[in-house]
């Protein structure tokens, strides 16, 4: 559905996009990750037209964003950071005139009570949007983008500055809104494409430094080699314990003291089941351990890993 190839984008002698390349079929939900300023406004702009690129091509269903613009504007809905509301409107003033702005062929008032109650708008309808609190006018914004029913979505930062009530409402509507549309989630926020995504593209520096299935950036990693146990016996002492054994290689205390217990988080060398060794060195200090699981590294954890590693590339 959205064809990225080697864009490239010059700001002076700056890259902020330095040969990007990406591709989202269609009805896939894509989260496009990375910290503030690795560059992904500016692809996003470059996508919906509003930015020009330096160098590269975009093309939205086979149709090249800078050769016909207008027709491909007409595929995409887009939500940028800062919505673009006109607060003295109503709510319904606005949606009507973004309705006509587009050009839409249905019949207006069934649609935008459509879009209103897909939104959760329609009880503010009739209100002044300066009126309305920050998650009301997001979801507003998420309105204007979907008028018209555009085949792509795409969504810049939809849920910064929210609480976290408004968070997971607009991560619901999110993934309402998967089930008819392809979508784009730019992000620098984790456990947004946690929540939302089945896929993810890292961007750092203007560059792609990953792209794959949110579930498989671990396997990938190497670092399905963790897991949380919890150990009746002085903290520190098992904690040095637990350091000696072959393979462990990071030991940190988890939470606060349960009684006589102390919950560890306990990374090993992934080639080596730890297990049966930690079971023995404990036993003989008469340490029990009163449970253990198994914990999935976080987003967090692989987003530094895939900046170590992309340095580590570049050095060579």
């Not at 959205?2 to 939900?29: H, P, Q």
């Not at 496009?32 to 300023?37: A, H, I, T, V, Y």
Request: aromatic share 6%; hydrophobic share 40%.
């Amino acid at each position: 559905m959205i064809e990225i190839n080697n864009l490239v984008r010059k700001f002076g002698n700056k890259y902020a996009l330095d040969g990007v390349s990406f591709t989202v079929g269609k009805g896939e939900i894509v989260g496009f990750l990375g910290p503030n300023g690795a560059g992904k406004s500016t692809t996003m702009n470059i996508i919906t037209g509003y930015l020009s690129p330096t160098s590269g091509s975009v093309s939205v269903d086979g149709i090249d964003v800078f050769s016909e613009p207008l027709k491909v504007k007409r595929l995409i809905g887009f939500l940028p950071e800062q919505p673009p509301l006109y607060i003295d409107m109503t709510v319904w003033e606005y949606l009507s005139f973004v309705f006509d702005l587009k050009g839409c062929d249905y019949n207006k008032r069934a649609h935008l009570e459509e879009i209103c109650d897909l939104v959760k708008i329609t009880d503010v309808k009739r209100r002044l949007i300066k009126n309305l609190s920050k998650g009301y006018k997001q979801r507003v914004g998420i309105a204007s983008a979907i008028i018209g029913n555009p085949p792509v979505i795409i969504f810049d930062e939809p849920t910064v500055g929210l609480d976290p009530k408004q968070i997971i409402e607009i991560r619901t509507l999110l993934r309402s809104l998967a089930k008819n549309h392809t979508i784009i989630l730019s992000t620098h926020i984790l456990s947004e494409v946690q929540a939302v995504c089945d896929r993810i593209v890292v961007i750092n520096e203007g560059k792609i430094i990953a792209d794959q299935k949110t579930a498989k950036l671990s396997e990938t990693l190497g670092q399905n080699n963790r897991f949380r146990v919890k150990i009746a016996g002085p903290s520190k002492e098992v904690s040095n314990l637990l350091k000696t054994i072959h393979s462990v290689t990071k030991v940190t205390q988890d939470g606060v003291r349960e009684g006589d217990a102390f919950n560890f988080i306990v990374e090993y060398n992934g080639s080596v089941d730890i297990r049966k060794m930690m079971f023995r060195a404990l036993a003989d200090k008469g340490w029990p351990i009163l449970a253990m699981e198994g914990v999935e590294i976080s987003l967090e954890d692989l987003f530094v890993k895939l900046i170590e590693n992309n340095l580590r590339e570049d050095l060579k």
